[in-house]
């Protein structure tokens, strides 16, 4: 059966590539998590074209596909390797941060932990949006809905036979089991289920949820778009690069993208922009969508003056710490099979820390100095809650 989709996908894609129409309903720029699903919506509507644009390839690689292989994804040819500028307080190291540059984007080179966000975050942006679709009663309606869980029910929280496969890791290292004893012995509550009541209170510690199947990656972009890809109104194109949304006055008519070496124009009933929080911008920008004066500096002839974007790049954190083993440790499952949530302070009422393991040696570069010790295992712990923004030149 997977055999014969795959023959069917291969062979429609090549004739809807061979047959590249001038103008489709709806062109989507980034194939990553909200671009797969953004696609896989529209395209299940048989009357409208579909145009799927990534500028990586292909994500059928056994470093991509093999859960365990994750780590040699960074820096390489489906990263973008982005780096943040210097930063005078780390020495003015500039901090690395990775960005899918394949089909799944971020969601084909992570880490595969399905986290699903802590209850005030939602109720928070709520409160912020003054919209209750935003609260965790209403999203957690959708998670339950896009789940295909796999681990203990829990009829209130988790969902079964939605695009999403998420198990509990399967037969962890006992380093994932003594991490969670650990936090218990310093009062952190250990969960069965990453996902359920852990999320609603002050956090806790517990074996990871994994988007892995078999030992395989299970992307967004596998989850949602590679199974209608045999359909005759989705057309994914690889290696297109978007560098200009092209206009009528101030409405947006298509794209023009970079393709096979030649610059080309698409046009479109609708254009939506999934392209993550560096790209998306920059295209805006590109395109005389930002900042007047910003714009003026490159020469940008400006349509819209919007001066919040390219703004207020936010990111978390994370330090790793790493342990030399006294013997190799066997790789399972994605190498990060236990999470621990906790407040850095007994009065705070969210957690603002997490906490993963991973069962390999996981350090930049910069930080190590020396190559680490091959038999190791870390701890890398990230702020949640930070409170910085990137400032502008």
Not at 341 to 353: C, G, I, K, N
Request: charge should be negative; hydrophobic fraction near 40%; charged fraction near 20%.
């Amino acid at each position: 059966m997977a055999d014969d989709l795959a023959a069917r996908v291969e062979a429609n894609q090549q004739k809807l590539r061979a047959e590249l129409k001038s103008h489709y309903d709806f062109i989507i720029c980034g194939s990553g998590s909200s671009g797969s699903v953004v696609a896989r919506r529209l395209a299940e509507n048989a009357d409208v074209s579909v145009l799927l644009l990534e500028a990586g390839g292909s994500d059928d690689v056994p470093d991509i596909m093999s859960a365990s292989r994750w780590p040699a994804l960074r820096r390489g040819e489906h990263d973008w390797s982005f780096n943040a500028m210097p930063n005078p307080r780390l020495n003015d190291r500039a901090i690395p941060m990775s960005m899918g540059k394949v089909l799944g984007g971020g969601s084909s080179i992570n880490v595969m932990v399905w986290s699903r966000g802590h209850k005030a975050d939602w109720d928070g942006f709520a409160a912020e949006a003054g919209d209750d679709g935003w609260n965790y009663q209403s999203v957690l309606q959708i998670y339950r809905r896009i789940e295909d869980w796999h681990g203990a029910p829990d009829a209130a929280r988790r969902g079964s036979g939605g695009m999403v496969f998420v198990q509990p890791a399967p037969d962890p290292h006992p380093l994932a089991a003594a991490m969670i004893e650990a936090f218990a012995t310093v009062g952190v509550r250990t969960f069965d289920d990453q996902n359920g009541v852990m999320m609603e209170g002050h956090g806790g510690a517990a074996l990871t949820n994994l988007c892995v199947r078999d030992g395989r990656r299970q992307s967004i972009f596998r989850s949602y778009v590679s199974p209608i890809m045999d359909r005759s109104n989705l057309t994914v194109l690889t290696g297109a690069l978007v560098t200009r949304l092209t206009l009528a006055g101030k409405r947006v008519t298509g794209v023009e993208v970079a393709y096979e070496g030649k610059m080309r124009r698409i046009g479109a009933g609708e254009v939506v922009l999934s392209l993550g929080a560096i790209h998306t911008p920059k295209l805006l920008m590109q395109s005389g969508i930002g900042d007047e004066a910003e714009l003026k500096r490159f020469g940008i002839p400006l349509v819209q003056h919007l001066p919040g974007v390219g703004q207020n790049f936010q990111d978390h954190f994370m330090a790793p710490c790493v342990w030399e083993s006294c013997g190799p440790i066997e790789r399972r499952n994605n190498l990060t099979e236990a999470t621990a949530l906790w407040r850095s302070d007994s009065a705070l009422e969210v957690p603002d820390l997490q906490t993963l393991i991973v069962e390999a040696p996981y350090a930049s570069p910069q930080a190590a100095k020396d190559p680490l010790p091959p038999d190791s295992w870390s701890l890398t712990n990230a702020v949640l809650r930070t409170a910085s923004r990137a400032a502008s030149d």
